[in-house]
């Protein structure tokens, strides 16, 4: 079955009666929807100009969407900037952090 590549949805603030428009990218690999990215964070990552891009519309929503599949796909900066710092920490023998598991009781 044929999905549409952008899913568009709007979900409440926490200011009262202001909504926000999300957008899921569909992924033929896994055969599911991607997380729901804002597109306000889209606009700015991007850089786009809001007249052309509002990101306040359902339409302006889907535009920005497609601008952004258009321009390469879906990760995010900061997604592809940690995984370029543990790649370098993993290639260049810095020690990288460990972490301890600790039962509810606090003791490990």
């Known amino acids: 079955m044929a999905r549409n590549p952008v899913s568009i949805s709007k979900r409440p603030t926490l200011k009262k009666g202001e909504l926000r428009y999300y957008v899921r990218f569909w ?9 729901a990215r804002s ?11 809001e007249k052309e891009y509002p990101p306040t519309s359902r339409t302006g ?13 879906a ?4 997604m592809t ?4 710092t543990i790649a370098l920490q993993c290639g260049t023998g810095i020690r ?13």
């Open 27 to 35: 992924n033929e690999n896994t055969g599911k929807y991607s997380n």
């Open 39 to 49: 597109v306000l964070s889209i606009v700015q990552e991007l850089g786009l100009n």
């Open 61 to 73: 929503a889907l535009l920005i969407g497609q601008e952004l599949l258009k321009r390469g796909g």
């Open 75 to 78: 990760l995010s900066k900061k």
């Open 81 to 84: 900037l940690s995984l370029l």
């Open 96 to 108: 990288r952090p460990t972490f301890k598991a600790v039962s509810p009781g606090g003791s490990a």
